[in-house]
């Protein structure tokens, strides 16, 4: 029983770091726990006139105080590391959840009306740089692109040369609606390259003339920048007399082939085709007046089909970037 019961005692002087006094005569000792050593301190009692009673509190030897005060150092400096490491383990914690991870880098499919080649071409190194992601060009006719990717052509991303295109696909369901965005505007450019056939002045007179012998435009049915050279031709009242000289290509870079290598003398192109060397200092030029046909807005949009949508949102807003937006200016195009 007295065991147990001192037992007891000590489980209380463990968990309420209490003091236990005991007399046995002729000591006295007081017990208690220190840093998880259990201490007896034991002093004789003092007679007294009235009665055994105990000292003041006796002083440990030096040896014992010295080895507490140099424990009770070592503990307090073992605590304050401690305190230390799991602070700064939780405010490592806490800043690493909060720093967004880093987006995986992807390659991404875009499929491009072809005026935009070679402006998408000059935006694939910064958007890289910029995103790490790389970019899987595919060219083509507006019409055609967007009739592809109706069949589950595996693109990530379409650049139109239109909205018709972008917002017919949106229609049926083939595109994300709010990624809709007009990255670009299209001005049209009447062209050859002979130096000497026309200038800025006198370009509707030779047409009016009737003396060439075809104009090229791109099939206006499937490239909008055919569809603008038709308008454009109406504008002017001279669509009826020249509709049989008009030849047509399939998209409005067979059409500058087609100029460029002689088998047409003069047609309609982008402007954006004739700002690349050598036909930016060579041909005969006249930039279209807007007012002659309907504005070229040049539309992007994700295809929902997509496997690689975050990628696909980067570079759509890259386009918007301000960045982007010079690059595309200095290519001919115009922007918001």
């Known amino acids: 029983m007295v065991l147990q019961g001192f037992a007891q005692a000590m489980r209380f002087l463990h968990s309420f770091h209490a003091q236990l006094t005991v007399v046995i005569k002729p000591f006295i000792h007081q017990v208690r726990f220190i840093d998880g050593f259990l201490v007896d301190r034991a002093a004789f009692l003092t007679p007294s006139p009235l009665g055994c009673c105990p000292p003041s509190p006796p002083a440990p030897p030096l040896t014992l105080l010295a080895w507490h ?164 031709l109406r504008s002017l009242n001279l669509y009826s007399r020249l509709s049989s000289k008009i030849v047509h290509g399939n998209n409005i870079a067979q059409t500058f082939t087609m100029l460029a290598t002689g088998a047409a003398p003069i047609g309609f192109v982008a402007r954006s085709q004739t700002t690349q060397p050598p036909w930016n200092t060579t041909g005969s030029h006249w930039l279209v007046p807007d007012l002659l046909y309907q504005p070229i807005r040049q539309t992007g949009v994700i295809v929902k089909a997509s496997p690689h949508q975050p990628a696909a949102k980067r570079f759509m807003a890259f386009l918007q970037s301000s960045q982007a937006k010079w690059i595309i200016k200095l290519s001919g195009y115009g922007t918001e």
Do not use: C
């Not at 990717?149 to 229609?171: C, E, N, R, T, Y």
């Open 69 to 232: 005060q140099w424990h009770d150092r070592k503990n307090t400096r073992s605590r304050i590391a401690m305190v230390y490491h799991v602070l700064s383990g939780f405010f490592l914690f806490a800043l690493l959840i909060t720093i967004p991870t880093p987006a995986k880098a992807e390659t991404i499919t875009i499929a491009t009306a072809s005026n935009f080649l070679q402006t998408l071409k000059k935006l694939q190194v910064p958007f890289a740089k910029k995103s790490g992601d790389k970019l899987t060009i595919i060219t083509g006719a507006s019409g055609a692109l967007t009739n592809q990717i109706i069949h589950g052509a595996p693109f990530d991303v379409f650049l139109s040369a239109d909205q018709k295109h972008p917002q017919l696909l949106v229609k049926k369901g083939f595109a994300i609606p709010a990624s809709l965005i007009t990255y670009a505007y299209g001005r049209l450019i009447l062209w050859s390259p002979d130096d000497k056939l026309f200038d800025p002045i006198n370009a509707v007179a030779v047409l009016k003339a009737g003396k060439i012998s075809s104009i090229a435009i791109a099939n206006p049915a499937l490239a909008p920048y055919g569809l603008a050279a038709i308008q454009t």
